[in-house]
Each structure stands twice: as C-alpha cells, then as structure tokens.
C-alpha cells in the first residue's frame, strides 16, 4: 500500500531522479526533441525511443518495473498534461500503477514509486487537471479513480465503481468536466459527471449511451475541436462518429462504417484508434487482418471518407501518431515489433518507413515531444 508523501519530498524525489538521467553519458539540451514509449507487457518494461525529424527511431532506454515480477496481459501507459511523469499500468498480482520521471532533456525514464490499482486495469488515463488516475478493468467490470500524489504516484483508490461488462476504456471529456467507459461486453459507452475539484464521479443523465449489440465498443478519441468522438469496436470491426453536446455530456451516433479490410471474411477483432493532432484523419487498428485502416475527417460534419488499409505488424492491439501530426507507430503483440509510416499530409495515407524490435509482447505507444 502506498502513503502519502509531503509535496516538498514529492518535488525532491522528481529532482533526484532528473538529476541521475542528466549524468548519463550521450545526452544533450536542445531543441524541442519527440520521444516514443512502448509498453512491453511480457518483457515488463517500457522501450524507450527518440524520434529524428526523418521519422528514424533511435533506442534510447528499456526502463523496467521495479517490484513487478510476472508478466501481465497487457501495459497500458498514461502521460500527465505537465509531460513531467509516466505511468504504466501492470495486469499483474499485486496491481500496480507504476510511476516515471520523465527527462526533459533526454526524455529516458527514472523510476519515482508505484501505487495501487483496485483491478487489472486494461486502460489508464489521467484527467486534465493532472491530479487524478483513470482506470477501467475488463475482466472485474468495474472503473476506478486514484487520487495522484505531487510526485505522480498513485495513492489508493477513492472511488471503485461497478459497470457492465468489459469497461474497456475510461477518458475524460476534453474540458474534463464528464468521463467515459466504454462497457465492451455489454455494448454500451457510460457516462459520469466529473468534479475534478473534489475528485468525484456522479452518474451522468442518461448514464449511458447503447450501441449495437455484440458490436463490443472498445476504444475512443475526441476531435481536438471537442465537437464528435470516434469508436472503434471490437467485435464487429466498426468504427462509429458521434456528434458530441459539451455542455450535457450526450454522444449522438451521425456514421457507422469499417475497420475491416474490402474482402474480409473472418472473425473482426478491432482494436486501437487515434486521429491526427489538426484533426484531418483518424486510423484504427485490426487483428485478424494485421491492418490500420485511414479515414479522412470532414471538419464541418465530422464524418469519415474512408482512404484505404495498409497491413501492419502482427496483431496491432496499439499505435499511436506523433504530435507533429506527421508520423504513426504500430507495434505487434506477435511480432514484438514496431513499424513507423509517413502520413501523408494531402491524403492522410500511410507509407512504410521502417520497422524496430521492442520488448516482448508490445500492445501501448504513447508521443511526447520535449521540452
């Protein structure tokens, strides 16, 4: 169990691990420098990387658990807004939140502390205030809220709340004011008021939105105008555009079309899905095919044309795109791989770049660019 810890300890503790990474020999200060990290769910560790203006990876740094010995099904991985500290989540007994300092300069990892999960968590995220850790467990149907410390370790739950079936994700709103998980077994998206100031969630009205059944909603991203929300769900490899009312709270679905590959005929197993930062083209993931369709973004409407599919590394459960809105990289679970793609800045179509080893088992990327 995690105890608090003063805030001016907090601050030292951040300083000591950022003062250790300044001495590693190969670093430098410099201009604002983009970082990729790639949770490893069997080798468990994060694969660290710096990315070149070129899209070129460079290893930078495996960061290990500390006091996590076996190997959990998945990492998910969070950044606080401040870019100052990572979080990964470990599916693993004793279930941990698992805290990292992160160099501004060199943008490696120096481990701060690890706090407690209420569950195996398949998705973390961390509201926009920074202050409070978002989680979702699929296997003990339930989300959960952590209070963050001022070092960014986790403190014990303060809320753990029942859901339907599979809560897959749990993200907030962009003015964080409401706070949604996705119930993948039971096809429905709940909704919670958020009151960042006290830390609480309250059922929202209505308290859920219904989606086809046996579609399995799974994963979701905002348009950076906060007006729609894109689903991705699982079982039936749809991917779905609702318009999105601020002020209420309410998703309303305005498109349904596919993640699936044109002559697909097998079981959909859909995945992961993220949009470019100017919010011109969205991309999901598909396991059964090994693929990442394109879509491209009608900024009025909001709906999607789709631009085509593009295979991937084996069983693509993550992938994200670079800050810079120029690059994405997909990683395998069976191929413990990392492929980099140019997107097309016209088009919104992906060319391959390259491809890094990982860790074992990547299934989580998340960008950061520094300072």
Do not use: C
Request: net charge neutral.
């Amino acid at each position: 169990m995690s105890t608090p810890i003063r805030r001016t300890a907090s601050r030292a503790a951040i300083a000591t691990a950022l003062t250790l990474l300044a001495l590693i020999p190969g670093v430098r200060a410099g201009m604002a420098e983009t970082f990729a990290y790639v949770g490893n769910a069997d080798s468990n560790d994060i694969s660290v990387f710096k990315m070149a203006e070129s899209g070129e990876m460079t290893p930078v740094q495996t960061a290990a658990f500390t006091g996590v010995e076996k190997p959990g099904s998945s990492t998910p991985l969070a950044i606080t807004p401040d870019k100052r500290v990572l979080i990964a989540g470990i599916r693993s007994q004793p279930y941990l939140a698992v805290s990292f300092a992160i160099d501004p300069k060199t943008g490696r990892l120096g481990h701060v502390g690890n706090g407690p999960l209420a569950d195996s968590m398949a998705n973390i995220a961390v509201d926009r205030s920074g202050k409070f850790l978002f989680s979702a467990s699929y296997g003990g149907n339930k989300v959960a809220l952590n209070p963050l410390q001022a070092n960014g370790v986790a403190a014990e739950p303060k809320q753990v709340i029942p859901t339907g079936l599979n809560a897959h994700a749990f993200l907030p709103a962009p003015d964080n004011r409401f706070v949604f998980a996705t119930n993948l077994g039971s096809d429905q998206v709940l909704s919670f008021a958020f009151d960042s100031t006290a830390g609480t969630l309250t059922p929202n009205d209505p308290p859920a939105v219904k989606v086809p059944e046996k579609s399995g909603p799974r994963h979701f991203v905002f348009h950076p105008s906060g007006k729609f929300v894109y689903l991705v769900h699982e079982l039936n490899g749809d991917v779905a555009a609702f318009s999105y009312e601020a002020k209420s709270g309410a998703w309303t679905e305005m498109q349904r079309t596919s993640a699936l590959p044109e002559g697909f005929g097998g079981k959909p197993w859909a995945a992961d899905i993220h949009l470019t930062p100017d919010g011109r083209f969205l991309y999901a993931s598909e396991r059964t095919t090994n693929t990442l369709a394109a879509y491209r973004i009608d900024a009025g409407s909001g709906k999607l044309t789709t631009i085509g599919s593009v295979p991937t590394e084996k069983q693509p459960r993550g992938f994200n795109i670079d800050p810079s809105g120029r690059y994405l990289a997909a990683v395998g679970e069976l191929s413990d791989g990392m492929t980099v793609y140019a997107i097309d800045q016209s088009s919104g179509a992906l060319t391959k770049l390259k491809s890094y080893p990982t860790g074992k088992k990547p299934n989580w990327v998340e960008f950061l660019s520094l300072p």
